[in-house]
């Protein structure tokens, strides 16, 4: 295949280090922790690591707001710690991507710190202000912020500040070169010191009019949408490309906030010299109830059919230049089983299994997160107080404020709180799953006791081992990386169905994305040819017309 490159073959695998392992019993994850695990995570088959935050924060919103670009932070370790985490995947020939945090820093960086002592500073342009003079600025909305209000008063300099999170989160302004260099220089220091990409956080963001005008009325107070794309946003990535990216032989991949599907070529084209990779918004919002805030999604599930048209969709964006990813969680969403499959007893490892191989066959760059190896669920707390993050806290306080129906909400939360996807790595059945000596600062899900890699690691039908046998799968099959994909029966609500090919190698892929029995016919022309390459149930018969168990899933090669 055409452009073939590291990247795009490998497999991703998420840590959020808070969560993973502690090493010293203060109830939250480290690197040394991290450090202690790497053979595990080696035995994945996995090739690339993205941690979440790992520099100097206060953790308004855990390691989002980053008050040091170049220190590690006190909770995690220490850059010597850093250093021989560095070298311990390596040897491993993992490769290690970073998070850059770089729409906004920590209200207690010292740019801000600066920033904020007067007028005349020289860092006062590294942030977005506005003089009370000029008057109240035109609203934007803050995600995290209880008031939503993205500009901030600071009564010492009688100015606002701007903040799309939450007022501990203020953006830098992009505008200002000095502040792009810094950025620059930041960047070169961690790639000297050998990490191998970065996965950028809300960077369709960076980019603002800063005159500030009313929002148009086409985004329908779309914020997302609206934040996305400003003025000069791809002068400043070709910029990095120039001034860093195109200077080692790294990985690049955007957090596509806010990006739609015919803007995506835009940050990825090589010819334009901007990022490898992005990752869209779009799959995660199936579901969704239309028009309420919160992000309160549909409890009794989600179209099957606008799922397939969303990732067909989204793949063919990338069928000749560009390419693609794809993911169904992150530490900003819930867990994949409970939100795409079913977690209940009976069928949670195998629609894990689904997922996963759904993930590993599609075109794309996979991006695993920790713990769905395991088939972790949602912790669905019944108790607000129980929830860390701060979108959920936030949220619920404004709601509170309004009067809203916080029954709802609390049930709402179950599917789509951020905790979810946040709670302790599983890794056996002893105290705190092995996580921790200490109080773990959220709580784990108590079905440790039967889900924990210490009892998949034991039983060869375990969703880990199915994850191992997925990911050796598509080491040894390029077809499953570079070949084309093709939609089957498009128009079956149950079933989700496709196949792949590179040259005259061919494959089916056949998901049955339901927990009842389903039969499926396979289309005209299309035979199975071998036993298949994996399969989530003991047997498959092949046939003109398939007989599925609940959620099976098999990859079979095609005569
Ligand atoms: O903008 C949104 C909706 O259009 C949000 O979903 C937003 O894009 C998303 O929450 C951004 O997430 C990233 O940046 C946040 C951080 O809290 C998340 O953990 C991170 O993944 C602020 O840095």
Redesign the pocket.
């Known amino acids: 295949a055409p452009n073939e490159t590291w990247w795009k073959e490998a497999v991703v695998y998420q840590v959020y280090p808070r969560s993973y392992k502690d090493s010293n019993g203060d109830g939250v994850g480290d690197l040394r922790g991290l450090i202690s695990k790497l053979d595990y995570i080696k035995s994945l088959g996995v090739n690339v690591i993205w941690l979440?935050p790992i520099y100097g924060s206060p953790n308004d919103?855990?390691g989002?707001?980053i008050s040091d670009y170049r220190a590690i932070m006190k909770d995690f370790g220490t850059m010597a710690d850093f250093d021989e985490l560095l070298r311990g995947m390596h040897q491993r020939g993992l490769k290690v991507v970073l998070d850059l945090?770089v729409?906004?820093s920590s209200d207690e960086h010292e740019w801000f710190k600066q920033s904020k002592s007067g007028r005349d500073n020289p860092y006062r342009d590294y942030y977005h202000w506005w003089p009370e003079e000029k008057g109240v600025p035109n609203k934007r909305q803050s995600?995290?912020d209880v008031k939503g209000d993205a500009w901030a008063y600071d009564e010492a300099t009688k100015a606002y500040y701007l903040h799309y999170?939450s007022r501990k989160?203020p953006d830098l302004n992009w505008e200002n070169p000095k502040l792009r260099e810094e950025i620059y220089s930041m960047m070169r220091f961690w790639f000297d010191k050998g990490i191998d990409g970065f996965r950028m956080?809300?960077i369709p963001?960076i980019a603002k009019d800063t005159t500030f005008p009313p929002i148009p009325a086409k985004y329908h107070g779309?914020?997302?949408?609206y934040?996305a794309n400003g003025p000069h946003l791809h002068d400043y990535l070709q910029e990095m490309h120039r001034e860093v990216l195109g200077k080692y032989d790294v990985m690049s991949v955007a957090?596509g906030?806010?990006v739609t599907s015919d803007q995506a070529l835009e940050f990825v084209d090589p010819a334009r010299k901007e990022l490898n990779m992005l990752y869209h918004?779009e799959g995660m919002g199936v579901g969704n109830v239309p028009g309420l805030k919160y992000r309160m999604r549909k409890h009794e599930g989600y179209s099957l059919l606008e799922f397939k048209q969303v990732y067909t969709k989204w793949d063919k964006i990338f069928a000749e230049k560009g390419w693609g990813t794809i993911y169904l969680g992150?530490?900003?969403q819930p867990r994949m089983v409970t939100r795409w499959g079913d977690d209940r007893p009976a069928f949670r490892a195998v629609s894990s299994k689904l997922l996963t191989t759904f993930l590993l066959t599609m075109r794309g760059t996979p991006y695993y997160f920790g713990g769905d190896e395991l088939g972790m669920t949602n912790i669905k707390f019944d108790k607000i107080e129980d929830y860390q993050d701060?979108?959920t806290r936030n949220m619920y306080a404004q709601l509170k404020a309004e009067g809203g129906d916080l029954a709802q909400f609390v049930e709402a939360q179950k599917i789509s709180g951020?905790d979810n996807g946040r709670t302790p790595f599983q890794w056996d059945a002893s105290a705190n799953a092995g996580f921790s000596t200490g109080t773990p600062w959220l709580k784990l899900n108590p079905n440790y006791a039967q889900v924990n890699a210490a009892a998949e690691e034991k039983d060869p039908n375990s969703v880990l081992n199915y994850f191992r046998r997925a990911t050796a799968m598509r080491r040894q099959h390029k077809v499953l990386v570079y070949g084309q994909y093709q939609l089957l029966d498009a128009a079956n609500p149950h079933i989700y169905a496709y196949t792949r090919t590179l040259g005259k190698e061919r494959v089916l892929v056949v998901l049955n994305f339901t927990s009842e029995k389903r039969r499926w016919a396979l289309p005209a022309g299309l035979k199975a040819g071998g036993a298949p390459w994996l399969n989530n149930y003991p047997t498959f018969a092949p046939a003109a017309t398939l007989a599925l168990e609940p959620w099976q899933a098999v990859v079979v090669p095609l005569r």
């Open positions: 979440n919103d855990n989002y707001d945090v729409n906004h995600f995290f999170f989160q956080d809300v963001f779309d914020f997302g949408r934040y957090e906030a806010g918004f992150n530490h900003d701060i979108e951020r």
